[in-house]
């Protein structure tokens, strides 16, 4: 590695320049002190409220502050979108720490041995989870849930069931399923999923069939793809660079999931 003084750190890189309010400039930059500018206002309204806790404020800080150096060196814009996608993670794995008191209640697979374990981190909880390793470690799961095993795929279901993604999940819904639903209607063979008797159902029938049927399962295919995203990127296996909207649109997603999850004080959860 080379050693650069101050300054040198301090310099712009100069693709960042190249974005501005009207989107990338292939005839013009701005300057040093404009695109510095540009950069931190992509992310300077996204304060969490005060109703999140401060391990996770200060998580998603550091994640803006990232942001913000990327106007110094254009790689961390990526470096911060890779690492926003993965913090759902550590957020919903503090949500389900907070929501149970810091009390777990664990059901041991086969003996239907019941436990509850203090936690005040998640973290502490994974390696009990789980199906029973040939060393008789592990073998515990949610109870309620047979297939909790510790995963992201088991808080992503956690936080569904539970009601703590409700709110997000409703939002994202309310603005999409009219697009969501016409994408239905135009399929076509085994990926059709609308029912053939759609036709001669009438608008409530076929509300009821939207809300218990057509919803659940766009649920649970949207936090699969969340699964599977953050799969990815923790097994990136090439270098990925990212523009600084992109950067500021995943942490304002992430934001978004955050904010729902601890609505302030005076919001409905």
């Known amino acids: 590695m080379n050693r650069k003084t101050i300054a040198e750190l301090m310099q712009v890189d100069s693709r960042t320049g190249l974005f501005g309010p009207e989107g990338l400039m292939t005839d013009r930059r701005l300057t040093d002190e404009s695109a510095v500018s540009f ?26 502050h990232l942001h913000t150096y990327g106007a110094f060196s254009y790689d961390l814009f ?6 926003a996608d993965m913090t759902i993670e550590f957020v919903l794995g503090v949500r389900f720490v907070e929501w149970h008191s810091g009390r777990v209640p664990l059901v041991e697979h086969g003996t239907g041995k019941q436990e509850t374990v203090p936690v005040d981190d998640y973290a502490q909880l994974v390696p009990r989870l789980g199906r029973r390793r040939p060393d008789g470690t592990g073998g515990w799961h949610l109870k309620g849930d047979s297939h ?26 309310s603005q999409a399923y009219r697009n969501i639903l ?34 659940p399962d766009w649920e649970q295919e949207y936090l699969d793809n969340i699964r599977q995203l953050r799969n990815v ?5 090439s270098h990925f660079i990212t523009y600084p909207p992109d950067s500021a649109r995943t942490l304002r997603w992430l934001a978004e999931v955050i904010t729902a999850m601890w609505p302030p004080a005076d919001e409905p959860g």
């Open 78 to 83: 990526g470096m911060c979108a890779s690492a």
């Open 233 to 237: 990127t923790a097994h990136r296996t």
């Open 39 to 64: 950069i931190q206002g992509l992310v300077e309204g996204l304060d969490l409220p005060s109703s999140v806790p401060e391990e996770v404020r200060g998580h998603f800080d550091t994640l803006r």
């Open 148 to 173: 909790f095993d510790g995963s992201l795929a088991s808080l992503l279901r956690w936080g569904r069931t539970s009601g703590v993604l409700s709110g997000w999940l409703g939002t994202i819904w």
């Open 182 to 215: 016409s994408t239905e209607l135009t399929q076509s063979g085994s990926r059709r999923r609308i029912p053939a008797e759609w036709e001669t159902w009438t608008s409530d029938e076929r509300t009821h069939w939207i809300e218990t049927s057509l919803r």
